[in-house]
């Protein structure tokens, strides 16, 4: 089955998409939207600038659209991207949102197509822990809890950053995957990837209680 | 009939996208290829990295790959993009150059959808007007000929500048319209657009006898 993996440059979408190419699927491109809000229901918009380098790193092509980032009409905007790929299916990230799983399963069914979540129902903690040991080198990008700190911007999510993200999670009630806003992530390379991503300028912005790393430039480097 | 529009941010795939839809056909979704070498015989580099932002400011999608930018492998990169897409076809702002036109028109054939090029074989001092006049901001990114030296780097292409490229087409052989890569442009705004290019910070690189304008910095703003 030919397959568009929906895509943002973190963890979930990352693994998921490598998930169903192992598992013998095509996945010839990578789609992503671009909200215009930081607080779009469906999609991850931190760093959403890198997506072209990290699908390229994967040696993807990638669709991309703009997104109002508004409830009501982002779900049309996703649908209209999907429409115009000549794919069978899409693959998300999803693992507990039923907000997004049930939205682009009515895309998918409209469209006649099939909607793959590899990730959906798997315990946070375990997932995590998976995602680790694949190999990924994930970075947190967005922090936005309590117990997350500014020290978390930047930092790498290794199996010593798992286990404080469990006691967090244990303490304040915050989801190890991040699922609910919680933090945000990037996949800076994997085994996988035929390139890896060079951080060369990032800044750091903190508002009240929530923080975000940005990076400014970045390149592929050859492996 | 939906068209992808083959898109390079440069004037003539600009205007011939442009074109293929005042005309009536749907161009729900522009296509860009990324070459990796300066001397791709298929596409234009210079500043590839804003076609994301300037198919945003014509509300369009855009599904892009890189491209190796060698001569035998770069038309299987394009024709592996462009059957990822559900369209019936694709518009090329090819003006004269066999070598691009030949080679769409053989990846179209082979998928069984139409190359339309809406620019092919006019007058250039003609089409550059024509193009002047339809309200495109194009600016001089790339410069690459006898006669235009460090000044036209980041010039706006009005009827003046159009002038002064006619007398040196007809001093010094210069195509006018850049067809054989004597210059490359981008067009940052048009009456079409819904949002204008912003530039923010460019620089100006001479090598020998060519130059180019690497737009480092960029953003939209609402017109």
Redo the contacts between chains.
Sequence with gaps: MKLAALFSGGKDSTYAAHLEEKGGHEV??FACM?PARGDSYMFHGVNI?LT?LLA?AQG???????SSGEKDKEVDELR??I?????NGVITGAIASNYQRDRVNVICGELGITHLSPLWGKDPQELLETEIKSGMEIIVTHVAARGLDQQWLGRRIDMKAAAELKILGERYGVNVCGEGGEYESLVVDAPWFKKRLEIKKAEVIWENTSGTYIVNEASLRNK
Tied chains: 1, 2.
């Design positions: 010839p491109i671009r600038h072209p390229e993807k092509p990638l669709a991309s659209a703009p209209r991207l429409e115009l790929l000549n794919v």
